[in-house]
């Protein structure tokens, strides 16, 4: 067998062979930027990135395609101690590094030769499978041939083994489970491979890119003990980030730590989390240029202009006070920070989260989780999210608030990534003393200036969207958009600030993914107190008898014990809301005063009339926006409607699920705690979501029709009917060029935020 004598034929495999910048070793080839990186994006980064890549083959950038597979599964909800990280990038910088972690190629290590780099490379060989056993061009695939559930099997094939896969599953070539490459495309990849993969650095930044660059990095890199401890805040929080300016479009940064100075190569500083002690006595904050693709579960872009520069002086270096010494990295301090960043000013904080509150909250679903269906079924599947006014009285206390309670603050990150699978007791304990010290400071602040309004919420200064945001759950992942979509959500979350910055370091700062169940346990749960503590705060704003049925509501059969603030409505805030009522559904009302207040800070993308949506196509979209109960059940989680008019321009429309549940105060029974008849579909203008579960094509005069049908569904049945005439499936031969329309539709409206889709989520139905 051919695979049994590779190294006969070839020679040893050398891990350090792309560790070399290697070149086209057989003649011209196709260049890697300009033939070659458009395809990979197009064709294999749709499932092949992040955390969640099959065999965690990471196919963004050429580091992660040298660096190949790893059968080991980062998403683990059983493991009792934390596993070694494994980000690209990161955790190693060579391949043969990458080696040693137990990373195996999918490109050939042997001697370069046509024929070496075709029969002892595992993605040529599984992309030729494909041209050899395309599959069906209609229909579903069989499921005998194709598990696309979301925990399957990985069969994570070396090469030695490829010839034995292909006799086993002669379908499962690549693309899995997509249609296969067409032909001029594959002969490119295909003659590039036999090339050696040859590859060049990008192009240098422009000289004027050099010099923002420079001037950030200066404004990071202060000496004052002020600007050192600024800096540490900004760094914590926009790690995360896709950075960019606007004058070089297309390129990402991202912020992170260097053992040397602006103007030097930097050297990272490679920790689990980001306040993780650095090791040297200090650390220089860098903007170092993402080579890799953007893709949507992951991204999320800054932009780094003169304004924003100018708003982070006058928050945290233009106020008068002092910073008398620096805080350690002892975890128990740098996982909380309240302790860590005290001497910084409440309300420079508080702004500087606002300020993009989408990016913030984002972070919460696309930071170090890129998905997780524990991690997310502690949230609603549609809420909306205000703030408290950082201008407000309720704000002014923060200090007061903050310096009672500092002993209670603790986060589940202090057991740094491996805890006890009891741990999360103990925070509860802690939440009930922070909510006890925070009811006692409000009911003493109690005043007629002081009970809660809507009007007193932020509204960003009436020009800022980030005021009001709307949160989409679609089961294992989720967004967030700006603005309050659809009439009424499921429920309501008021943040202010010690409850914001707890949930970035619960969720982001403090999260690893590599981390055992116990962490992600206490995790979990302490996000459900936190949730439950934003949905009082807004609950406040209800008259006091109002309050607890709405509660009840929320929590229908909830089980176990609750703290009296979580359970008691009247408990946590005693005092009567500072709005005056008139009808007999006083929550009603109050998401019509919400609306109000935020309507001029509202997306224009909600309203299908501000976005060249003629006006019979609005009549159906909207009604495509009111199907509720049984039919909105039997859609999809998240589906993409491409319209295609009659002048051939395509328009997209993302229609979104929203499973409505008694309660989501518990981590296991979900299904049975689902509400079928309650779920709700929302119509909404562009792309909302990275995984999309169903893809349907429909002509503009089909409109009536398809709306129709959806309003019609009643089983599953019904659905296969509607995909049968409007849905492109994973068979379609129109699969590849719509998928290509879609992201050239979605670049075109959303330039900075379009990012490849991730359609290992794709139903097969």
């Given amino acids: 067998m051919i695979s049994l004598h590779l190294d006969d034929r070839f020679g040893v495999a050398d891990p350090a062979r792309f560790d070399r910048l290697p070149v086209a070793a057989n003649g011209p080839s196709p260049d890697y930027w300009r033939d070659v990186r458009p395809l990979l994006d197009q064709r294999c980064v749709s499932c092949h990135a992040c955390y969640d890549a099959p065999c965690q083959l990471n196919l963004a950038s050429y580091a992660g395609l040298t660096r190949g597979a790893n059968p080991e599964v980062v998403y683990s909800s059983t493991r009792l101690l934390a596993a070694q990280p494994t980000r690209l990038g990161v955790d190693a910088q060579t ?72 006799r086993q599953h002669p379908q499962r070539g690549m693309p899995f489970g997509l249609p296969a490459l067409p032909a001029a495309e594959h002969a490119t990849l295909s003659k590039w491979l036999e090339a050696g993969a040859p590859y060049t650095p990008p192009a240098p930044l422009p000289a004027a ?20 401890l600024a800096a540490r805040y900004i760094y914590e929080h926009w790690y995360i980030g896709h950075l960019y300016f606007d004058e070089l479009p297309g390129v990402f940064f991202e912020l992170v730590r260097s053992r040397t100075p602006s103007g030097v190569p930097i050297e990272r500083v490679v920790t689990r989390r980001p306040y993780d002690d650095p090791g040297i006595e200090r650390v220089y904050y860098r903007l170092q240029r993402l080579e890799a693709t953007a893709v949507a579960k992951t991204h999320m872009p800054l932009k780094l202009d003169a304004e924003r520069l100018s708003r982070l002086r006058g928050w945290f270096l233009a106020p008068n006070y002092r910073v008398e010494q620096l805080p350690g990295y002892a975890a128990e301090v740098a996982s909380n920070p309240f302790v860590t960043f005290r001497a910084l000013p409440v309300e420079a904080r508080y702004r500087f989260m606002l300020d993009e509150a989408q990016f913030t909250l984002m972070g919460f679903m696309k930071g170090p989780v890129c998905r997780g269906q524990v991690a997310l079924n ?7 999210v205000v703030f408290v006014n950082p201008d407000s009285k309720e704000n002014r206390l923060m200090d007061a608030m903050l310096d009672a309670a500092m002993p209670a603050l603790r986060l589940p990150a202090e057991h740094e990534s491996t805890a006890g699978l009891l741990a999360w007791r103990d925070y509860a304990t802690l939440e009930n003393r922070y909510l006890e010290s925070k009811s006692k400071v409000l009911a003493q602040s109690a005043s007629k200036d002081f009970l809660p309004h809507v009007n007193k919420l932020w509204n960003g200064e009436g020009r800022n969207p980030n005021a009001a945001l709307t949160v989409f759950r679609h089961f294992d992942s989720a967004s967030v958009v700006r603005g309050l979509a659809g009439e009424k959500p499921q429920t309501t979350l008021l943040l202010g600030y010690p409850l914001l910055e707890r949930m970035h370091y619960l969720l982001v700062a403090g999260f690893d993914v590599y981390g055992n169940l116990g962490h992600q346990v206490a995790t979990r749960l302490y996000m459900d107190f936190l949730r439950m503590e934003g949905e009082l705060n807004f609950l406040t704003l209800l008259p006091l008898q109002a309050r607890q049925p709405v509660l009840d509501h929320w929590y229908r059969g909830r089980n176990g014990a609750h703290s009296r603030y979580f359970s008691d409505a009247a408990a946590y805030f005693s005092q009567e809301s500072g709005m005056r009522f008139r009808s007999a559904k006083p929550l009603d009302e109050l998401y019509q005063a919400l609306l109000q207040r935020m309507a001029p800070v509202r997306e224009a993308s909600l309203d299908w009339a501000a976005n060249g949506w003629s006006r019979p196509e609005v009549v159906h979209l909207r009604r495509l926006g009111a199907v509720a109960g049984i039919a909105a059940s039997v859609m999809p989680e998240n589906s993409l409607l491409a319209v295609r008019r009659a002048d051939r321009s395509l328009h997209l429309v993302s229609l979104v699920r929203n499973s409505a549940h008694s309660n989501v105060a518990e981590i296991i029974r979900e299904s049975k705690r689902r509400l079928p008849e309650e779920d709700t579909l929302l119509a909404l203008d562009g792309v909302v979501g990275a995984y999309p579960n169903a ?22 049945d019904d659905l296969v009917r509607l995909t049968e005439r409007y849905g492109v499936r994973r068979s379609d031969p129109r699969f590849w060029p719509l998928s290509d329309a879609i992201h050239a539709e979605w670049r075109r409206i959303a330039p900075r935020e379009a990012a490849i889709l991730d359609y290992s989520r794709l139903e097969n139905r």
């Fill in 209 to 228: 890119i050099r010099a923002k660059v420079g001037e950030w990095e200066q404004f990071l890199n202060g000496d004052s003990l002020k600007e050192q």
């Fill in 378 to 384: 502690v949230i609603n599947d549609h809420f909306w």
């Fill in 95 to 166: 391949t043969v590094a990458w080696r040693q972690m137990g990373f195996f190629p999918v490109l050939n290590e042997r001697q370069s030769t046509p024929e070496a780099n075709r029969t002892a490379g595992v993605m040529h060989r599984l992309l030729s499978l494909k041209q050899q056993n395309p599959g069906p061009e209609a229909g579903a695939l069989p499921e005998r041939d194709f598990d696309f559930s979301l925990d399957r099997t990985q069969v994570c094939v070396r090469a030695e083994g490829v010839d034995e896969y292909a």
């Fill in 695 to 716: 893809i349907y094509a429909v002509d503009a005069a089909e409109l009536p029709n398809f709306t129709d049908l959806v309003a019609g569904l009643k089983r599953e």
